[in-house]
């Protein structure tokens, strides 16, 4: 698979430089001689037109720096120079930059919030639930043919209230009621009339998927399939399967071995994206059981589980998910209203990460999503009773540097270091205690929310000019 | 890395303890809430159940068992002022929830103190987690108005935890009940209407089976001013109307919710209405709650009004994490205005106050229950934790399913276990 893999991902990163020019990709081919055609279901139609907001180069000074890859640097230095991080140290100075003073403030790359519904689960929620909520598409188990972009609204008030709160990126989930929910897409809360101005550039795609009760109940209370929870298994193998022969029929098409393409299928589409390993899997599970299952049909068909969501009996599997390499995106103390979730402890996260796994906190809630430093200060909280060593500068990593790697950013965001994307948050104080707020939120080097000027945030189109 | 055992050995005594024993907390930051400030180095002794005394410095008793605080923050038992404690285990398993009737004729008669299950998890946790105390109350039912009448829990370690019931009357009201009122709210509020002159009217008639129905028997101490009537409700038409419901039935009024209280705080002062309220609240989630903001319970307390916090979070919080949401939710409204003390006072006397029981608990003060939490850090930081939960006088195991399952799989993901 993996000579296959290398062509899938050169058209993706051709299609990144050629953002702005949709279709310009399938001409890719001809800079890649191993490739005579590209992958049409590997380029993406609809392109980020995301363009920075003004901005100035920044000098932030004095302040305390966690800088996400596990370093704590005291009365540090952070230089911000067109959108990028230049600098880290000590005594910088920059002709032209703006200075923040920050001493007795935190610094921390900007928050990423690795599981969001906002705007698909978009506010205010009424009864027209059909109408307000966009969250995954129910005909189907499999709705692996739907983009959760295409439904997102970007005048959800969730997406200012996520930028007020340190979050400069977050990955739009589907929902899990569907065994494939759908693909995902990453955003910027910047504001926007258009979901397409919002998206991270050249961000790949994640598959969201789901195991345990949520598929089975929904669609066996409908009298479908699946009821069980082998059914579910049988269904996605079944999928897979398929996606492999349609891959199959792709590579041969490619190579010159069959004359004609095979017939576009958009869920074989997303599903041969997870076999080339450039869609990443994002899963739904709680049990130990069902994630060892789900790790075991990954294993059959050759790819790599990026992450489960909700995962709350990680802490069971730790030696199985290190050697998958998945990582759990967790709650810090979500428990019980579910009967998968009656094994939920809020040591999940400390012990998966003392043990050498990878651990990110996740909101699934535009409440929790404000919260998500606080999410880890729980999460660590407790694992420090346990005897476990969990120091800021450690846990700042679960809503950073790791969910930058599980969304496969991690060379443009979530760590404090020259060359990465400027997206900063200076906090009023220690950002693990709840007295504390981000004062100033930077994106791309653009101050997008200054909390002593609250006119830098708009309010949501919804509440203007009402009472 | 290092996985030592750091678990507060220094504050752990072996031995059975009782209610009857004599405790001495000494070295304490003793929160007593009867002040604005804390009692530094106090010495809380406690007998019987009882505090006995908080002095700055003061000796402990010769027998007393002591418990050194070392410096740490003392405060009252948790109070939830609203939550489905022992009421629900899983909430989606239906057998386990008992927390609300979908049919039926009971109204508000439907009374939560016979499903309470004292050896609920859920409670284990709570308890645990500091509280000492917790209103627990009927879900929105399916009959209009009214959810039914709730209990005051004592969260001690016995199979009986129904300490006063009823509490309280328990009505929802609002864009997301009308339709069991047939489709709008202002029917929900003319049904109120009717019952309470029903209840009015049968009760001052001879006693038969038409004048003391159950829902009459239930309002009449509601009428009578002897219990709150509380309303679930969040925008601020549908406050203003509680209010006006509470002045011409001459009821006592709480406000759950509550999420533009803010806009009619002058007046929900002005008729000593206390609100319970959310502080995570600040998105526009539904079209009652346009006017949520982070800093409703900051604007309320400084109009006068009594404000205790709980956080719902989809009623996961409510109840499965009832004390460490309720601290989160009093340390987000400080952050956002409110004062400290007020702050701490939200989950503790104010909501002791709102259900009428603060000559009992919600401070620690000569005379109050022996309701007392010894806390790591700031108890309004959500990462402190309880050290010792002590009810009334007896010192309250931490263990919980929770801990048992962190013990039994800490060593299979290779670290070391911590049970003592």
Same mark, same amino acid.
């Given at each position: 698979m993996n000579t296959n893999r290398r062509g899938f991902l050169t058209v993706l990163a051709l299609v990144v430089t050629a953002?702005?020019?949709?279709?310009? &990709?399938?001409?890719?081919a001809a800079t890649e001689p191993?490739? *005579? %055609?590209?992958?049409?279901?590997?380029?993406?139609?609809?392109p980020s037109t995301y363009q920075h907001l003004p901005r100035s180069d920044t000098l932030i000074r004095g302040a305390i720096v966690?800088?996400?890859?596990g370093q704590r640097i005291d009365n540090a230095d952070v230089l911000l120079r067109d959108g990028k991080i230049t600098a880290v140290g000590h005594g910088l100075s920059a002709a032209n930059a703006t200075v %923040?003073?920050?001493?007795?403030r935190w610094v921390t790359p900007g928050i990423i919030d690795v599981h969001s519904h906002d705007g698909v689960f978009s506010?205010?929620?009424?009864?027209g639930d059909l109408e307000s909520s966009?969250?995954?598409?129910? $005909?189907?188990?499999?709705?692996?043919?739907?983009?959760?972009e295409h439904a997102v609204?970007?005048? +959800?008030?969730a997406f200012p209230v996520a930028l007020r709160s340190g979050v400069t990126t977050l990955q739009i989930l589907p929902g899990s009621?569907?065994?494939?929910?759908g693909r995902s897409v990453i955003v910027k809360p910047?504001?926007?009339?258009? =979901?397409r101005a919002m998206k991270f550039p050249g961000a790949s795609q994640g598959l969201k998927m789901a195991c345990g009760e949520n598929p089975k109940s929904y669609f066996g209370e409908k009298g479908?399939?699946?009821?069980s929870r082998q059914g579910e298994i049988a269904l996605v193998r079944e999928a897979f399967l398929k996606a492999k022969e349609y891959l199959q029929g792709w590579r041969d098409y490619e190579s010159g071995a069959r004359a004609a393409p095979p017939d576009r299928d958009l869920k074989l589409d997303t599903l041969a994206g997870v076999l080339t390993g450039d869609i990443a899997v994002h899963m739904h599970c709680y049990r130990s059981g069902d994630m060892t299952t789900m790790l075991g049909v990954a294993a059959e068909f050759g790819f790599t589980i990026r992450a489960f969501r909700?995962?709350?009996?990680?802490y069971k599997i730790v030696p199985q998910l290190k050697s998958a390499g998945t990582c759990v995106a967790v709650w810090s103390d979500w428990w019980g209203f579910k009967m998968e979730l009656e094994?939920?402890?809020?040591?999940n996260a400390a012990i998966v990460d003392a043990a050498g796994g990878c651990v990110m906190m996740h909101s699934d809630s535009a409440i929790v999503g404000q919260r998500l430093a606080i999410e880890a200060a729980k999460a660590a909280a407790v694992g420090r009773r346990a005897g476990l060593n969990l120091p800021p500068e450690r846990i700042i990593r679960w809503v950073t540097s790791t969910p930058a790697k599980a969304l496969g950013l991690e060379d443009r965001i979530g760590t404090i270091a020259? !060359?990465?994307? &400027?997206d900063v948050v200076i906090w009023s104080?220690?950002?693990?205690?709840?007295?504390?707020? &981000? +004062?100033q939120v930077f994106i791309d080097g653009a101050m997008l929310y200054d909390r002593s000027n609250p006119r830098t945030v708009q309010e949501p189109d919804l509440l203007l000019g009402r009472p | 890395m290092r996985y030592s055992l750091s678990l507060i050995a220094g504050l752990l005594v072996t031995g059975q303890t009782t209610g009857a024993q004599t405790i001495a907390i000494t070295h304490a930051k003793a929160w007593?809430?009867?002040?604005?400030?804390p009692v530094e180095n106090a010495t809380v002794v406690i007998s019987d159940g009882k505090i006995a005394s908080v002095t700055s410095g003061g000796a402990a008793p010769a027998k007393a068992r002591l418990i050194d605080a070392k410096g740490r923050p003392v405060t009252p038992g948790l109070v939830h002022a609203a939550t489905h404690l022992g009421l629900?285990?899983?909430?989606?398993?239906?057998?386990?929830?008992?927390?609300? %009737?979908? $049919?039926?004729?009971? !109204?508000?008669?439907? +009374?939560v103190q016979y499903g309470?299950?004292?050896?609920?998890t859920l409670i284990q946790l709570a308890r645990a987690d500091g509280v000492s105390r917790a209103i627990t109350y009927p879900a929105?039912? !399916?009959?209009?108005p009214f959810s039914g009448s709730g209990v005051l829990l004592r969260?001690?370690?016995? $199979?009986?935890? =129904?300490? *006063?019931?009823?509490i309280g009357v328990f009505a929802v009201i609002g864009g997301r009940s009308s339709s069991d009122a047939g489709g709008s709210r202002a029917a929900e509020w003319k049904l109120l209407r009717v019952a309470l002159d029903a209840a009015k009217v049968g009760l001052a008639a001879p006693p038969s089976p038409t004048t003391r129905t159950p829902e009459f028997l239930a309002l009449e101490p509601v009428l009578a001013g002897k219990i709150p009537l509380a309303i679930s409700v969040n925008r601020e038409s549908d406050i203003r109307q509680a209010i006006k419901l509470g002045t011409d039935y001459s009821l006592k009024i709480v406000i759950i919710g509550?999420?533009?209280?803010w806009r009619a705080a002058d007046a929900l002062a002005a008729a000593k209405i206390p609100v319970i309220l959310d502080?995570?609240?600040?998105?526009?989630?539904g079209f009652d709650e346009?006017?949520?903001?982070?800093?409703n319970a900051a604007l309320l307390h400084r109009a006068g009004v009594t404000v205790a916090v709980v956080v719902v979070a989809n009623g996961i919080h409510q109840s499965y994490n009832a004390g460490l949401s309720m601290r989160e939710g009093a340390g987000l409204a400080v952050a956002n205005g409110l004062p400290y003390i007020i702050g701490l006072k939200s989950i503790t006397l104010a909501p002791a106050q709102i259900w009428g029981m603060a000559d009992r608990c919600g401070t620690i003060a000569? !005379?109050? +229950?022996?309701d007392v939490v010894i806390w790591d850090?700031?108890?309004?930081?959500?990462s402190t934790l309880p050290v010792t939960v002590l009810i009334a006088g007896k010192e309250m195991s931490l263990v919980t399913h929770q801990t048992e399952l962190r013990d039994r799989y800490l060593p299979k993901a290779g670290l070391k276990a911590q049970r003592p």
């Amino acid at each position: 698979m993996n000579t296959n893999r290398r062509g899938f991902l050169t058209v993706l990163a051709l299609v990144v430089t050629a953002a702005a020019a949709p279709g310009a &990709a399938l001409s890719a081919a001809a800079t890649e001689p191993a490739t *005579r %055609i590209a992958l049409p279901f590997a380029v993406d139609p609809y392109p980020s037109t995301y363009q920075h907001l003004p901005r100035s180069d920044t000098l932030i000074r004095g302040a305390i720096v966690l800088d996400g890859a596990g370093q704590r640097i005291d009365n540090a230095d952070v230089l911000l120079r067109d959108g990028k991080i230049t600098a880290v140290g000590h005594g910088l100075s920059a002709a032209n930059a703006t200075v %923040i003073d920050a001493r007795g403030r935190w610094v921390t790359p900007g928050i990423i919030d690795v599981h969001s519904h906002d705007g698909v689960f978009s506010i205010p929620y009424t009864s027209g639930d059909l109408e307000s909520s966009d969250v995954a598409e129910l $005909s189907d188990p499999n709705a692996a043919d739907t983009w959760v972009e295409h439904a997102v609204n970007p005048q +959800d008030p969730a997406f200012p209230v996520a930028l007020r709160s340190g979050v400069t990126t977050l990955q739009i989930l589907p929902g899990s009621t569907p065994l494939f929910s759908g693909r995902s897409v990453i955003v910027k809360p910047v504001p926007a009339a258009d =979901v397409r101005a919002m998206k991270f550039p050249g961000a790949s795609q994640g598959l969201k998927m789901a195991c345990g009760e949520n598929p089975k109940s929904y669609f066996g209370e409908k009298g479908r399939a699946p009821n069980s929870r082998q059914g579910e298994i049988a269904l996605v193998r079944e999928a897979f399967l398929k996606a492999k022969e349609y891959l199959q029929g792709w590579r041969d098409y490619e190579s010159g071995a069959r004359a004609a393409p095979p017939d576009r299928d958009l869920k074989l589409d997303t599903l041969a994206g997870v076999l080339t390993g450039d869609i990443a899997v994002h899963m739904h599970c709680y049990r130990s059981g069902d994630m060892t299952t789900m790790l075991g049909v990954a294993a059959e068909f050759g790819f790599t589980i990026r992450a489960f969501r909700h995962a709350t009996e990680a802490y069971k599997i730790v030696p199985q998910l290190k050697s998958a390499g998945t990582c759990v995106a967790v709650w810090s103390d979500w428990w019980g209203f579910k009967m998968e979730l009656e094994d939920a402890i809020r040591e999940n996260a400390a012990i998966v990460d003392a043990a050498g796994g990878c651990v990110m906190m996740h909101s699934d809630s535009a409440i929790v999503g404000q919260r998500l430093a606080i999410e880890a200060a729980k999460a660590a909280a407790v694992g420090r009773r346990a005897g476990l060593n969990l120091p800021p500068e450690r846990i700042i990593r679960w809503v950073t540097s790791t969910p930058a790697k599980a969304l496969g950013l991690e060379d443009r965001i979530g760590t404090i270091a020259p !060359g990465r994307n &400027a997206d900063v948050v200076i906090w009023s104080g220690n950002p693990f205690s709840i007295y504390t707020r &981000a +004062d100033q939120v930077f994106i791309d080097g653009a101050m997008l929310y200054d909390r002593s000027n609250p006119r830098t945030v708009q309010e949501p189109d919804l509440l203007l000019g009402r009472p | 890395m290092r996985y030592s055992l750091s678990l507060i050995a220094g504050l752990l005594v072996t031995g059975q303890t009782t209610g009857a024993q004599t405790i001495a907390i000494t070295h304490a930051k003793a929160w007593t809430l009867t002040s604005p400030d804390p009692v530094e180095n106090a010495t809380v002794v406690i007998s019987d159940g009882k505090i006995a005394s908080v002095t700055s410095g003061g000796a402990a008793p010769a027998k007393a068992r002591l418990i050194d605080a070392k410096g740490r923050p003392v405060t009252p038992g948790l109070v939830h002022a609203a939550t489905h404690l022992g009421l629900l285990e899983v909430s989606n398993a239906t057998e386990t929830v008992d927390s609300g %009737i979908k $049919s039926g004729i009971l !109204g508000a008669a439907f +009374d939560v103190q016979y499903g309470i299950n004292a050896n609920s998890t859920l409670i284990q946790l709570a308890r645990a987690d500091g509280v000492s105390r917790a209103i627990t109350y009927p879900a929105h039912s !399916g009959v209009a108005p009214f959810s039914g009448s709730g209990v005051l829990l004592r969260l001690t370690d016995s $199979s009986e935890l =129904v300490e *006063r019931a009823p509490i309280g009357v328990f009505a929802v009201i609002g864009g997301r009940s009308s339709s069991d009122a047939g489709g709008s709210r202002a029917a929900e509020w003319k049904l109120l209407r009717v019952a309470l002159d029903a209840a009015k009217v049968g009760l001052a008639a001879p006693p038969s089976p038409t004048t003391r129905t159950p829902e009459f028997l239930a309002l009449e101490p509601v009428l009578a001013g002897k219990i709150p009537l509380a309303i679930s409700v969040n925008r601020e038409s549908d406050i203003r109307q509680a209010i006006k419901l509470g002045t011409d039935y001459s009821l006592k009024i709480v406000i759950i919710g509550g999420a533009e209280g803010w806009r009619a705080a002058d007046a929900l002062a002005a008729a000593k209405i206390p609100v319970i309220l959310d502080p995570e609240a600040n998105l526009p989630a539904g079209f009652d709650e346009l006017g949520a903001r982070l800093d409703n319970a900051a604007l309320l307390h400084r109009a006068g009004v009594t404000v205790a916090v709980v956080v719902v979070a989809n009623g996961i919080h409510q109840s499965y994490n009832a004390g460490l949401s309720m601290r989160e939710g009093a340390g987000l409204a400080v952050a956002n205005g409110l004062p400290y003390i007020i702050g701490l006072k939200s989950i503790t006397l104010a909501p002791a106050q709102i259900w009428g029981m603060a000559d009992r608990c919600g401070t620690i003060a000569s !005379g109050s +229950d022996a309701d007392v939490v010894i806390w790591d850090g700031d108890p309004l930081e959500p990462s402190t934790l309880p050290v010792t939960v002590l009810i009334a006088g007896k010192e309250m195991s931490l263990v919980t399913h929770q801990t048992e399952l962190r013990d039994r799989y800490l060593p299979k993901a290779g670290l070391k276990a911590q049970r003592p």
